[in-house]
């Protein structure tokens, strides 16, 4: 596992990462991953078929030493848990506000200098009939590429892949995607949504 990138200083002690790395090891897990030379990006985070993803995902994010952020529903962030959401990296979105989600999650990318925010396409743990393309648009917006995140359960392995620039060709973009998650497993296969547009 490579160091964090020049454009991205460390934002974990690097002793959390030597533990989250042996942690991961001792539950049967190879990190292979690199921090991508940008200070902003929208890592995919894919497949999603359980809440056991979570805990591999905040194991590699102490590992590489990067703080993640995500989105949630603003009703989330209400007293008492809103401050211990945002401290864990939440993103308040109010879907009821003039700007919708995307255009709330480009703003938010807009007002900082450094930013990984993670993005589950499928949208839930369940089956569903197709990615949701918000992840795509958000980095399409905020001018900022787009980090193949994965949880291999058939190999065991988990980490940062490729880098992707929104070209604004959607479905060019969208099918280099797909052949990088092709022959990814979940932890529950059947759970597994198909890569298509939406």
């Given at each position: 596992?490579?160091?964090?990138?020049?454009s991205?200083?460390?934002?974990?002690?690097?002793?959390?990462?030597?533990?989250?790395?042996?942690?991961?090891?001792?539950?049967?897990?190879?990190?292979?991953?690199?921090?991508?030379?940008?200070p902003?990006f929208?890592?995919?985070?894919?497949?999603h078929?359980?809440?056991?993803?979570?805990?591999?995902?905040?194991?590699?994010?102490?590992?590489?030493?990067?703080?993640?952020h995500?989105?949630?529903?603003?009703?989330?962030?209400?007293?008492?848990f809103?401050?211990?959401?945002?401290?864990?990296?939440?993103?308040?979105?109010?879907?009821?506000?003039?700007?919708?989600a995307?255009?709330?999650?480009?703003?938010?990318?807009n007002?900082?200098e450094?930013?990984?925010?993670v993005?589950?396409?499928?949208?839930?743990?369940r089956?569903?009939?197709r990615?949701?393309?918000?992840?795509?648009?958000i980095?399409?917006?905020?001018n900022?590429?787009?980090?193949?995140?994965?949880?291999?359960?058939k190999?065991?392995?988990?980490?940062?892949?490729?880098?992707v620039?929104?070209?604004?060709?959607?479905?060019a973009?969208?099918?280099?995607?797909?052949?990088?998650?092709?022959?990814?497993?979940?932890?529950?296969?059947e759970?597994?949504?198909?890569?298509?547009?939406g």
């Amino acid at each position: 596992m490579s160091a964090v990138s020049p454009s991205r200083p460390p934002e974990y002690p690097y002793v959390l990462s030597v533990i989250a790395r042996a942690l991961l090891r001792l539950f049967g897990w190879t990190p292979v991953s690199h921090v991508p030379n940008s200070p902003k990006f929208v890592i995919v985070a894919a497949p999603h078929t359980s809440n056991w993803d979570g805990l591999i995902v905040i194991l590699m994010a102490f590992a590489l030493r990067v703080r993640l952020h995500w989105l949630g529903k603003h009703t989330l962030f209400k007293p008492p848990f809103g401050f211990i959401l945002r401290a864990f990296g939440g993103i308040p979105i109010d879907r009821t506000a003039r700007h919708n989600a995307v255009e709330q999650a480009v703003q938010w990318f807009n007002h900082r200098e450094r930013a990984a925010l993670v993005i589950a396409p499928e949208g839930t743990r369940r089956k569903a009939d197709r990615w949701k393309t918000g992840f795509y648009h958000i980095a399409q917006g905020a001018n900022v590429p787009m980090v193949l995140g994965f949880i291999d359960y058939k190999t065991r392995t988990a980490g940062l892949g490729p880098v992707v620039e929104p070209t604004g060709d959607f479905e060019a973009d969208m099918q280099t995607i797909r052949q990088f998650y092709a022959g990814m497993t979940g932890r529950h296969p059947e759970r597994m949504s198909e890569i298509k547009l939406g």
